[in-house]
């Protein structure tokens, strides 16, 4: 049965089907996760991308490995909650999506915000954000949607012993990726377009020439606009001041672990060492990717600019990059190297397996697996292979599954309620 059938089945069965799903639901309760059908259903910005036929599409689960046997024993790892902060541009989709097939194998209760994709960006965290947790759990387990930090907010949310991740990015690759993603809905940035427009130059140039002139500090819908890594973990991003060093010494002792993007590979071994993880449940493809049409290749001048603008970020990353090599050197770098070039072959291994093609433009891709696109950028995706047993594409599609379509798949299949459409930036 070709995947195509899988997610070609439209409005007029879309009734039919949730029936089947609800009565299926009831009968497999309790039942191994690799005996049921679960369903999963494409949601889009339709402002953005065409509409998606409203649809829920059978997607077989995948086991965590073929046998019962070897699924049972990774069951056996102890499972903590976890708070991953997703920030801004930085690789994030991919380390979600890690974590949001972790969750749905183990059937973790997610932390999800109140019917969209994030906790009400840009304000900061708060528990009011948060959907109720179901009937039938004792507590959430995984927190991983786009927020603005507040520790005393969240940590009322989660319990105790939640272990607390992030992830951050050579701050002038950020920046440049949040400009070009962001450029149309950043009021400082789409100022700066404007003006770029009418003086016949790029956008991002204009706004580096003279990023005072287009930002507004106090306008919220500017927190991305100057140091947004230092504003998504929720310190004061415009202009250094004396609370800082606190700030950082307590974000220092949250953090279980700050991942750096530049060493991503080696971030996933310390991730896996610190929640019992192995090479395959560690394994990637890299999510939400842009065309390489739509990055700016910035020469010394305009870097430098962007490292003037973004110091408080060099601050935020220069001090968590140390504290990552002082972990490592905990690790051992002779163990993390061997991890790192395991994990590698293994990733390698199952995008052989999965992936026929890569880099794909929006318009090849099938609802399911297109991501979200933005007036000011193309996002690439994945075409899953064909010919695959159901299992393998149960995992292998949900390797690959852009964020918004998973991220309400896993909404649907917690709370039996569809999400309203939202970007998910």
């Known amino acids: 049965m070709g995947l195509r059938w899988l997610w070609r089945h439209r409005a007029s069965a879309l009734l039919a089907a949730l029936l ?9 309760t309790h039942s191994l996760q690799n005996n049921r059908t679960h369903e999963l259903r494409p949601t889009s910005d339709r402002r953005s991308q065409r509409k998606a036929a409203e649809k829920h599409t059978p997607i077989p689960h995948q086991p965590a490995k073929h046998t ?34 972790l ?25 009011a954000f948060v959907d109720e947790l179901p009937e039938a759990s004792s507590q959430f387990d995984l927190l991983c949607s786009h927020m603005r930090l507040d520790l005393p907010q969240v940590r009322k949310v989660m319990p105790e012993n939640t272990v607390f991740i992030t992830l951050l990015r050579d701050p002038i690759e950020t920046f ?3 400009f070009r993603y962001h450029t149309s809905t950043v009021p400082a940035f789409l100022s700066a377009r404007r003006a770029a427009a009418s003086e016949g130059k790029p956008a991002l140039k204009a706004f580096l020439d003279s990023p005072e002139t287009f930002w507004d500090p106090k306008e919220p819908g500017n927190g991305l606009a100057k140091n947004p890594m230092s504003f998504d973990m929720g310190l004061n991003n415009q202009k250094w001041n004396g609370s800082w060093p606190e700030d950082l010494a307590q974000l220092e002792e949250a953090f279980h672990l700050v991942m750096i993007a530049e060493h991503f590979d080696e971030s996933l071994v310390l991730l896996g060492a610190l ?12 999510l939400n990717a842009r065309a390489k049409n739509s990055v700016t290749e910035l020469d010394e001048n305009m870097r430098a600019k962007v490292r003037s603008w973004n110091v408080l970020d060099t601050l935020l990353y220069d001090f968590f990059a140390q504290v990552f090599w002082e972990k490592a ?29 890569e880099s794909v433009p929006p318009a090849e891709l099938e ?9 000011s950028v193309t996002v690439v995706g994945f075409e899953v ?21 998973y991220h309400s798949h896993l909404y649907f299949k917690q709370y039996g309620r569809d999400m309203r459409a939202a970007p998910a930036d």
């Open 367 to 375: 609802d399911l697996l297109r991501p979200r696109q933005t007036e």
């Open 20 to 28: 089947i799903f609800l009565l299926l639901t009831l009968l497999a």
């Open 176 to 178: 440049e990726s949040v």
């Open 275 to 286: 929640l019992g993880l192995e090479h395959e449940d560690l394994a990637y493809l890299r």
């Open 68 to 101: 019962p046997t070897a699924r049972a024993e990774r069951r056996r790892r102890a499972q903590v909650p976890v708070v991953f902060l997703k920030t801004h541009r930085t690789g994030s989709s991919t380390v979600q999506n890690i974590l949001f097939r």
């Open 329 to 357: 050197g905990q690790f051992g770098l002779d163990r993390l190297k061997a991890e790192a070039e395991k994990l590698r072959e293994s990733t390698e291994r199952i995008r052989r397996r999965c992936v026929s093609r």
């Open 103 to 127: 969750g749905e194998r183990e059937s973790a209760t997610f932390a999800f915000p109140h019917r969209t994709y994030q906790f009400n960006y840009p304000d900061r965290f708060r528990v």
């Open 385 to 405: 292979r064909g010919n695959l047993s159901l299992q393998d594409q149960g995992f292998c599609v949900r390797m690959m599954l852009p964020e918004l379509q």
